[in-house]
């Protein structure tokens, strides 16, 4: 493994992180905040160390696979480990583990909290957990490839082993200019809804941090009762949000480049919006009863639904208390989750529709041994490797979903909330159900429980793979 | 700029490497998924896999915005259709590789009647390349610049030879010649070197020149200057045919060892004039009963480049003609370089050279000021030819007072048609060509030369 080059672009990370640190800084110089300080402090700690490493020569450019995954994975246990330091600082939380939990929730846009009261944070702390969120969503890595001249061939190794979906692709032939591409849209995205929420009234802290934990597909808010006491026409808003920041990228980048047809014609943002629609419908039914109207209940069944396939985890209603059929809903549309290169966790919709389709072949190729059929998907063939690597990817899902459940039995709480538990971090949603459900959190979980959750979340954020190669220690040798 | 590269073969993916790496948008197209994933892996590039020739596959990867096509698969008659149907489809410029002697003759008629920019032929190429070399042997390779005015040529050191612990400064009095040496490698250093800088043995240097000084400054080192009188030539593929041709045409004698019969009796139809042997060229019987020991070149193109650079070795053992080898395989060019074996050719980096050479002067004519690129000492080394516009800093200030960027050197100023290898005193004016010569990458104007006040 070459370690030299490692460490420069681990040390770009730390350097970029000091330099987000300063934007909390800034909400604390406006409100008159003494937590500033803390900010500061880790901020300046980390541009220095990160501006040292950074100096060093780089002694070989060789990188590979292998070094990028390793990489990347070490970018976000580092960033999660130097973010939550703020927190702890400030004492806002004063277990430094339910600080990394809280920070390693943010940056993988889980939005899942150990704080019984989220209202006591200081503007600059929620600023923080908030922005986590944002730039979680689309990778701290990619805005490093999109700033930084970090030319040469291992870019691709470094947004491969970041983005998510079945199969990496570019927009354009360069990684920089892709990069730059997916971050103007995704800002393009958050700015729209910050003037949206404005316009519905909404004050600008209030829009700016509650649009980056919604873009990020997050969910941080900073009420308790998380959306459920804002205005219907801002709820709907966030719905709305929510679902588009839940679409492949790729999407807006046709529409972007002039080819609506195409842009439409994307099949997984259609299987995409048809499962949230038959979701939402049957909840609508489901809960009808619980509420005045029809409307209502399908605005609140709507709401939660986007809310959890896009993985994002806000809350309108406690659906803790909904019907079991809604229930199960919502818990099997967290295992969809959003589109591959989205912001949204899960197991993505694309490997879905791979798997399904693999399956219906596998189906007709028992019935006709001498069959041959090939897997299409958005009108190209999938090649065997892809289908190869999903099918690999939902039984790492599963093994790691059940090993972690029963691990987190230790402590002794019921099926649903241990279940639900992975199932909402390992997926990156936030809530679950039982104990965790929305008016619930994950304070009362052990330590050990906790950092079982956090590697849980790492692990479903990285797609499972760049995580493992981290503890193969056969891997890492040279 | 964005450039499609159909066939990611080796000249397709070394296309894609230095293209790519200076900065061009590159889409990479093949039928083998494998192969294009190698190269999105490897490279900033994308890739599309399909069949180059067909239109919805050159959508895909863009034609309709692409600025230029460069097709380099296997099949000539591919290429000719990608070209073909990318002009039609996306009205870009187009290059193609067509190697078939047959296609040679007519290739300019092929080329004008289906618009294509630029048509290689690797072979010939390298044949053209090689009998540049025979023409001129003390040489290692020759590049030239100005409109062939001026040539820049590789040249080895050897014991003994009067350039031997000689400082540059000295040079012009010690030897009496107007040239300068702008690039020196010695080991696996490259080096811009300065009038202290002392010549060693063993060292490469280039020296830079107009073309009769040249001619000049070898005589004076007592090295031979006339072109080789006989070439033996190993192998009789469709390198050899081109090179034989010319050669003939140049008046050197050319015997030529091929072990297939019927492959012999075609050369002999093609080449009456050549002496044409049936027999292995590998056998050392052979070799030795033809007159390995009194001929004056000893070129090897058989199709194994073991089999070349044994044949070289075996030569460089028994005589001192000049040897020239054709090695396909680039990925161990430094090995290969390290054997000694005087001017070895790679077809497939001349081929990607000419290209990207092609590119660099397409983009040029979109903005910058570059006439003409040479990489040279494996990419490390560039020699960049400006010409100089009225509103230029650089004008009629004598070249001692330019402060210049650490290594770059100014090697040559054509002024009125007029080559001047300058000194401290010269100064540039307005139209005339300067030849710079850089380890710094990147350079897009002569004002990028300069150290920033």
């Known amino acids: ?478 | 700029m964005k450039i499609i590269i159909v066939g990611c073969g080796n000249v397709g993916s070394t296309l894609a490497e230095q293209l790519s790496k200076e900065g061009y948008d590159i889409t990479i197209i093949d039928a083998k998924e494998q192969l294009v994933n190698n190269l999105t892996n490897t490279f900033d590039v994308l890739g599309v896999v399909g069949n180059g020739a067909s239109l919805g596959v050159q959508i895909e990867a863009g034609v309709k915005e692409a600025d230029l096509l460069i097709a380099v698969t296997r099949s000539d008659e591919l290429n000719l259709l990608c070209c073909l149907i990318a002009k039609k489809a996306g009205g870009c410029h187009t290059i193609a590789r067509v190697s078939s002697p047959v296609y040679s003759k007519e290739i300019g008629f092929i080329k004008d009647e289906l618009g294509l920019s630029l048509i290689i032929n690797p072979q010939r190429a390298a044949a053209r390349e090689m009998s540049r070399i025979l023409k001129f042997p003390s040489a290692l390779k020759i590049d030239s610049f100005a409109k062939s005015r001026v040539d820049l040529i590789s040249y080895l050191i050897e014991e003994g030879s009067p350039l031997c612990d000689i400082s540059l400064k000295d040079l012009r009095i010690k030897i009496g010649c107007d040239v300068l040496i702008p690039i020196v490698e010695r080991g696996t250093e490259v080096i811009i070197p300065d009038g202290n800088f002392v010549l060693k043995a063993k060292d490469e240097i280039s020296i830079l020149a107009e073309s009769r000084n040249a001619v000049d400054f070898f005589k004076k080192l007592g090295e031979p200057t006339a072109a080789v009188k006989d070439a033996m030539i190993i192998g009789g593929g469709r390198t050899c045919i081109y090179l034989a041709s010319q050669l003939i045409d140049m008046g050197i004698k050319v015997k030529i060892i091929e072990k297939d019969k019927a492959r012999c009796e075609e050369l002999s139809e093609l080449m009456p004039k050549a002496l044409i042997i049936h027999g292995d060229g590998t056998e050392r019987e052979v070799l030795m009963e033809e007159g390995i020991l009194q001929t004056n070149a000893f070129v090897s193109l058989t199709n194994f480049d073991e089999e070349n650079i044994m044949l070289a070795l075996f030569a460089k053992s028994l005589t001192k003609a000049k040897l020239i080898t054709k090695v396909h395989r680039i990925s161990y060019d430094n090995i290969v370089d390290n054997l000694e074996l005087g001017s070895i050719i790679y077809p497939k980096y001349l081929t990607a050279e000419i290209i990207t050479k092609y590119v660099r002067a397409m983009h040029n004519s979109m903005g910058s000021n570059i006439e003409t690129l040479y990489m040279l000492n494996d990419n490390r080394v560039e020699a960049l030819e400006f010409l100089i516009k009225e509103d230029s800093p650089v004008i009629g200030i004598p070249l001692i007072d330019l402060e210049l960027k650490p290594n770059i050197l100014i090697g040559c100023i054509t002024h009125r048609g007029q080559v001047i290898i300058p000194n401290g005193q010269s100064k540039i004016e307005a139209g005339d060509t300067v030849i710079l010569v850089t380890t710094t990458h990147g350079l897009h104007d002569i004002q990028d030369a300069l150290k920033l006040v």
């Open chain 1, 1 to 478: 493994m070459n370690y030299s080059i490692m460490i420069h672009v681990l040390s770009s990370v730390l350097a970029f992180e000091g330099l987000f640190l300063l934007l909390p800084c800034v909400v604390a110089l406006i409100y008159g905040e003494a937590e500033g300080l803390c900010f500061l402090a880790v901020a300046l700690g980390s541009i220095i160390i990160g501006g040292l490493g950074r100096a060093r020569k780089v002694k070989s450019k060789a990188f590979y696979s292998k070094e990028g995954l390793v990489t990347v994975s070490l970018s976000w246990i580092i960033m999660s480990l130097v973010g939550a330091l703020p927190y702890f600082l400030t004492g806002e939380i004063p277990n430094y583990v339910d600080a990394v939990f809280e920070t390693v929730s943010g940056f993988t846009t889980t939005g899942a909290s150990i704080m019984p009261d989220v209202e006591i944070l200081s503007k600059c702390s929620a600023f923080w957990r908030c922005f986590t969120n944002w730039i979680g969503g689309m990778g701290v890595l990619v805005l490093v490839l999109a700033i930084l001249p970090l030319s040469g061939s291992y870019n691709m190794h470094i947004m491969r082993a970041e983005s998510p979906g079945p199969s990496v692709g570019k927009l354009v032939p360069k990684v920089k200019t892709t990069a730059m591409i997916l971050y103007g849209i995704y800002a393009f995205i958050t700015a729209m809804e910050v003037v949206l929420l404005m316009i519905a009234g909404m004050s600008f802290y209030e829009a700016i941090t509650l649009s980056m934990a919604t873009a990020g597909t997050g969910g941080f808010a900073l009420l308790n009762s998380s959306i459920g006491s804002y205005t219907v026409a801002v709820q709907v808003i966030i719905t709305i949000f929510m679902l588009l920041c839940a679409i492949n990228f790729n999407v807006y980048y046709l529409v972007y480049a002039r080819k609506p047809k195409e842009a439409l014609a994307c099949e997984e943002m259609r299987v995409f919006l048809l499962i949230v629609l038959i979701s939402t419908v049957v909840i609508t039914f489901n809960i009808a009863g619980m509420f005045d109207n029809v409307f209502i209940a399908f605005q609140t069944a709507a709401f939660q639904v986007a809310s959890v396939i896009t993985t994002t985890g806000f809350s309108t209603a406690d659906f803790d208390k909904w019907p079991e059929l809604s229930r199960i809903i919502l818990l099997s549309i967290m295992f969809i989750g959003g589109c591959a290169g989205s912001t949204g966790g899960g197991l993505k919709v694309s490997r879905f529709i791979i798997l399904l389709k693999s399956l219906k072949n596998e189906i007709v190729s028992i019935s006709h041994p001498r069959s041959v059929k090939r897997v299409h998907m958005e009108g190209k063939v999938v090649s065997d490797s892809i289908i190869k690597t999903a099918q690999c990817y939902l039984f790492a899902y599963v093994i790691i979903v059940i090993v972690s459940t029963i691990v987190i039995s230790v402590d002794g709480f019921d099926i649903t909330t241990n279940l639900s538990a992975v199932m909402a971090t390992f997926n990156n949603i936030g809530p679950g159900l039982g104990m965790v459900g929305p008016t619930g959190n994950f304070s009362q979980y052990s330590i050990f429980s906790k950092i079982i959750l956090t590697l849980d979340m790492l692990i479903g954020r990285l797609e499972i793979f760049p995580m493992f190669i981290l503890f193969s220690p056969k891997m890492l040798r040279r």
